[in-house]
Structure formats: C-alpha cells, structure tokens
C-alpha cells in the first residue's frame, strides 16, 4: 500500500478536525501524509490491520498539530452537523428556516452512531465508495444505512410536513380542542 491510497481517509479526518476551514485542512493532510509514511514503516501485521492503525496514526498526528498551534478540536463530528444545521437557506423566511432546523435536529437525534459516521463520512467524501472505504467496511453496509437515514428523513418530513402551511380542513377551527 502506498500514501494515495490513503487519501481519502486523511481528507475526512482533517475536515472533521478542522471545522471545514480549508487552510487548516491543507496543514492536517500533509501531517497525515507524514504519518502515513511513518506507519507504513513501523507497521507490525501480528498487531492488527493496516488500514485501522494508519489512520489512528494520522489522526493522532493531525490533532497532535493542532495542540501544538493552539488550536481546538472536534471530539465528535460536529463539522459537518453544524453545517447541516447552518442557514443553509437564506432565501427562506426565519420561519421555514427554524423549521428545518428542527427537522434536521429531529434527524440527528434519531440516527444511530454508525448512522451518523456513515452521513457524515458520505457527506465529507461526496459517495458511497470513499465513504466505504474511509470507514473501512463494505459498500453495501453503507448503501443500507444511507436507505435506513433516507427513510427516517422522510418520516421527518411527513411529520413535521416541511414546506408546506397547515392545513385546516374547511369549517374546522385552526385551534386544538379545549382540554377538559
């Protein structure tokens, strides 16, 4: 195995680590690079696999640098959540924009933490295959959590009925009932 192969995984890692800032980005890939370089030399098969090692490797060496230039770091993914969950409709009133919050927090809450790794990792990456192989597990795994996260947004969005005004059938009160 050589360092190309393991580009998409130091891509992932250094935008998960850097809050989607590109320059930051760039420096997290190249320490990653030179990890990669490190591990490949003083990898130990008998100790595990190679994909797992090298990318904690990477990636304890991406965050190594950003301690090490006073920068903080993500415990989790919250870099591609916020972004999700950013006024990513600005041409929308505050209220449908509320309203999507909302539904994509509904969402995030009801995905499970292989489910919010494989969004994130397809998000970041930009397809099932380097979303796979960024994971290190099969593409099929992926494909089947993708359709379990596309159903659970469509729940969503049925249940909140994003988009659209309520609707009020005709003659009937736009109030709940009184509780008695």
């Keep these: 195995m050589d360092v190309p192969s393991f580009m998409p995984i130091l891509r992932w890692e250094a935008r998960k680590l850097s809050y989607d800032n590109s320059f930051t980005a760039e420096d997290l890939v190249q320490e990653g ?6 591990a490949l030399e003083s990898y130990d098969p008998e100790r595990g696999g190679m994909r797992g090692y090298i990318r904690i490797c990477a990636r304890n060496r991406m965050i190594s640098y950003l301690r090490r230039n006073g920068r903080e770091y993500p415990a989790g993914d919250e870099s ?8 990513e ?3 929308c009133c ?8 909302e539904a994509v927090f509904a969402l995030f809450s009801s995905l499970s933490p292989f489910e919010r790794d494989v969004l994130s990792a397809y998000l970041t990456c930009g397809g099932v295959t380097d979303a796979a192989v960024t994971l290190g597990c099969g593409r099929k795994k992926i494909d089947n959590a993708l359709q379990r996260i596309r159903v659970k947004a469509r729940e969503i969005k049925q249940d909140q009925n994003l988009g659209a005004p309520p609707q009020t059938p005709q003659g009937a009160s736009p109030l709940p009932p009184p509780l008695l």
């Design 33 to 38: 690079v030179i990890a990669v370089m490190t």
């Design 80 to 87: 591609v959540f916020e972004r999700l969950r950013s006024d």
């Design 89 to 91: 409709f600005e041409d």
């Design 94 to 101: 505050p209220d449908g924009i509320i309203e999507r919050r």
